[in-house]
């Protein structure tokens, strides 16, 4: 009752508030529920060092009208390091912190809002006492990113506009957004207006900086402490292979759509880490989703195996139907969430 | 009293949580004043479409393990759009909301710490009940780049460890990172720790965006309305332009070291928004600042000139001593930032 109640009044306040590019808007809604924190702030993490050598020194003019400056770019460079903001609210009834880990060619953004301005699970998480940390993964975001392909080993992926839209299983396959069809029953806001709001959180994706990334989230871990880490897509990797290396501080690993697997020479690492995987709708008949899923699956089997606690929600299974890949931002993204409540509160991580 | 007692507290704070990489840390204090939010959140503002044609099709691995994409770069980018979070704070004190925007090479994360682990002006304004906006400038942090050097005009410029160092007052000059030797009374929280947390924060700056971050910040002061707008350094540019072009929006203006002016032929716009200069120490012995503040003063007579107010403020000839170009990470920055506060609230800005 009273979560209907809530949703209501949060979808009324999204309609108010649908942002769009070059128009006026108004002021976000403030008739919501207050929370109150005890704490916030940001810091980063982790990172190393990288010397660049031989190189021209540069003059540059850092504003119109301003004092051009000397830049020698040969030196020393800090790169990989990892932005995280953590809110704590009060009362706090998560007995760990949560950490909110985006998908690839996203930031932490992805769990602030969703494109059609409703609260994201940031709010959902926080309002239901959880000390939340959102971080940005290295090289996106306000991690900042290097310059430096030798330092990185690439160039990212910069996405057009069509590209999320059929990937993301939102559109029925390619052509779709030309077409502006979705996938019958969709649940992603996928009106021209909230979609360019989606496409606006998208940086470029740099798909070899995996090792670089880990670090930093071992030593977001090591500066927290025992938590539960949820991650979407891309993130899975990191996800699984963070619980292997610090079991210890993994209270629970909540993947959401996960894209890759852990290292499946370490399963028995896992054995005492609860894990909850969730996959939304339109799989069977995607391109590439059948595969992720089956190797995500047979990954949670091999954990079984070595003793561990793998649990597979399907989500049109359950009932829930009509979600995309990107099933935070979903219009019925508060029942997966309140799914991964319940699982963690059974799991003893809520009082 | 309360203030002194306050700085206490988040010293002790600070001296318990500063960050450095690869080494584990502690979870930030909690043993601070609890703040209550009415509300909270993100969203992208601006931007606009870019279209890329020619270049060939590109098979990506996303993810290893992943099953490979056909990734096609010709099509329609969004570009240029930036990103704002926002924190309403409960009761609110401010009559206006308050924009906070960042400097050439940084993100919004300028405002919410210090290198040192201690609170940022955000907590400091949001504490005193202002409504507060911290954005990332285009092109920089969650605003996402573009990685298309022709939409945006040319290549960032990326700084090594020393730079910072030696250009913005913090070491006495030229070689002085590699001496580790500060500008005597320096309050930049220069320890190698501190002073690589600050560089964690640095991102690549782009010089050749000034039109689409203006564009951008006059997309944020259409959707929020009538503002205060606070403006460090590179978006001192901004910040002056902004007020020229939406002075029925802009209802004050805090420049913090503005590193450059607005537009001469619009000076008489700003008559009616009333504007504050502070400009830190060591300024007459640097190669460029005395030349920067100059310029500033300059266009601040004929602002004035115009029938306009501006309010400069020279820290040490107030016996605000030893601030470096972050006056809002020096280990005074609140006194600084009291000064503003009591600025505001003589200008009626604030109940």
Request: glycine share 10%; proline share 7%; hydrophobic share 40%.
């Amino acid at each position: 009752m009273r979560r209907d109640f809530l949703r209501a009044a949060t979808l009324t306040a999204a309609a108010a508030a649908v942002p769009r590019a070059g128009e006026a808007q108004p002021a976000p809604a403030t008739a919501k529920r207050p929370v109150t924190l005890a704490d916030w702030g940001s810091f980063h993490v982790g990172g190393k060092e990288h010397v660049v050598s031989g190189q021209p020194v540069r003059e540059v003019l850092f504003s119109p009208g301003g004092v051009p400056a000397k830049v020698d770019p040969n030196g020393t460079y800090l790169i990989g390091g990892m932005y995280a903001q953590y809110m704590v609210p009060e009362p706090a009834r998560g007995r760990f912190p949560l950490l909110m880990w985006h998908g690839g060619g996203l930031t932490g953004v992805t769990w602030e809002n969703t494109p059609d301005g409703r609260e994201g699970w940031q709010h959902f998480f926080l309002r239901r006492g959880w000390p939340v940390y959102v971080s940005d993964a290295v090289e996106r975001g306000r991690s900042g990113w290097t310059m430096l392909p030798e330092a990185t080993g690439g160039q990212p992926v910069f996405l057009t506009l069509d590209n999320p839209y059929e990937r993301f299983r939102i559109g029925d396959g390619p052509g779709s957004y030309a077409r502006k069809t979705t996938l019958p029953g969709n649940q992603f806001p996928a009106d021209d207006a909230s979609y360019r709001n989606f496409v606006r959180q998208c940086v470029p994706r740099f798909t070899t900086t995996d090792a670089l990334t880990l670090d930093a989230y071992l030593a977001l871990l090591d500066r927290v402490g025992p938590s539960v880490v949820m991650a979407h897509s891309q993130a899975g990797l990191f996800g699984w292979r963070a619980a292997q290396e610090r079991a210890d501080k993994v209270r629970a690993l909540v993947l959401v759509e996960p894209a890759t697997v852990g290292d499946p020479a370490k399963v028995a690492a896992l054995k005492d880490v609860p894990v909850l995987m969730i996959y939304g709708d339109y799989i069977a008949q995607d391109a590439r989703w059948p595969t992720i899923r089956a190797n995500g699956i047979r990954f949670a089997e091999a954990v079984r195996a070595a003793g561990g606690t793998v649990d597979v929600v399907d989500l049109p299974e359950r009932g829930i139907k009509g979600n995309s890949h990107m099933v935070m931002m979903d219009r019925n993204g508060d029942e997966v969430a309140a799914l991964v409540q319940d699982w963690l509160a059974a799991k003893g991580l809520w009082a």
